[in-house]
């Protein structure tokens, strides 16, 4: 497996981010040691958002300048009028907060909108924003799966976010992870370990799954008579998948991340195919009730 296809995640720089997360938000001092430990590995771009509390801040008093950044621009407030500006003033704002001139690219953080009223005006100002040179590409990042079709059949984009691990495979059953591919689409996968809870000790497992037990007892079975871990299995699954260009990985200790590199590149490991599932209140955890 490759290094390069890893992508740190930041929402736990500036949230206590994940169910699983045992160490809340990240110090300044454990950020520089992740982003140093992560450019020694050949890991050069980072994912935020203006919703990750002060992960844009917090990136901020760090040297950004090896490193490409991907942001996600706030919901468009409904009582917006300006669009384009707008979306010009959030885009300096996060560029102020990050100190660096331009982002990698910026991304819908929520893409449902486009298909609202004002969603052709908001596509065109990000097109203006990448027109200008202050971002490289735009794309979206998805939450709800099923609003993904409907908007990639009106807008076009450079990148698209999306859920996708060993238990949900909805990006891989539907074709739309090929159909992403053949438009020349980047694909970033979030939500690799479902929120930390494809790694949890089944001990831990919070009670709200106990519905999917049977599903969880074949996984962690499955891990044992394979003698492969957790993490190895959640990463190589969609390291192996070549229409995956990378995978995010969020993290809230160094020793984490040392970790993800170091398994990245163990062997591919062959996932089977039952462990799986499309109920959403499972693998979507919006729906959550923790």
């Not at 430990?37 to 203006?50: Q, R």
């Not at 494809?198 to 499955?222: G, I, R, S, V």
């Amino acid at each position: 497996m490759s290094v390069q296809k890893l992508m740190l995640g930041t929402a736990q720089f500036g949230l206590p981010y994940g169910v699983a997360n045992q160490n809340g938000q990240v110090s300044q001092t454990v950020i520089q040691e992740m982003l140093c430990c992560a450019y020694d590995a050949g890991v050069s771009t980072l994912d935020t958002a203006i919703a990750y509390g002060n992960s844009e801040e917090a990136l901020g008093l760090q040297n950004l300048q090896k490193f490409a950044v991907v942001s996600k621009l706030f919901e468009l407030p409904n009582e917006c009028t300006d669009i384009a500006t707008w979306v010009e003033q959030q885009l300096h704002a996060s560029l102020k907060r990050l100190q660096i001139e331009s982002l990698e690219a910026l991304l819908f953080h929520r893409p449902i909108q486009l298909l609202e009223p004002k969603g052709q005006q908001l596509y065109q100002a990000m097109l203006m924003l990448k027109e200008q040179g202050l971002v490289k590409r735009i794309g979206i990042s998805m939450y709800r799966f099923e609003e993904l079709p409907e908007v990639i059949k009106h807008f076009d984009f450079d990148i698209v976010q999306a859920p996708m691990n060993i238990f949900d495979r909805r990006m891989q059953t539907s074709g739309l992870l090929s159909k992403l591919k053949g438009a020349g689409v980047e694909v970033h996968i979030r939500s690799a370990f479902l929120q930390g809870v494809l790694l949890m000790d089944p001990k831990q497992t919070p009670n709200y799954f106990l519905p999917w037990a049977e599903l969880f007892n074949a996984y962690h079975y499955w891990l044992s008579s394979v003698d492969v871990t957790a993490l190895q299995a959640c990463l190589s699954f969609l390291n192996q998948n070549s229409k995956v260009d990378r995978i995010i990985v969020g993290v809230d200790n160094l020793q984490q991340l040392k970790q993800i590199i170091n398994v990245m590149t163990m062997p591919i490991v062959k996932i089977p195919s039952f462990i799986n599932s499309t109920d959403e209140a499972l693998i979507d955890p919006s729906r959550w009730n923790i």
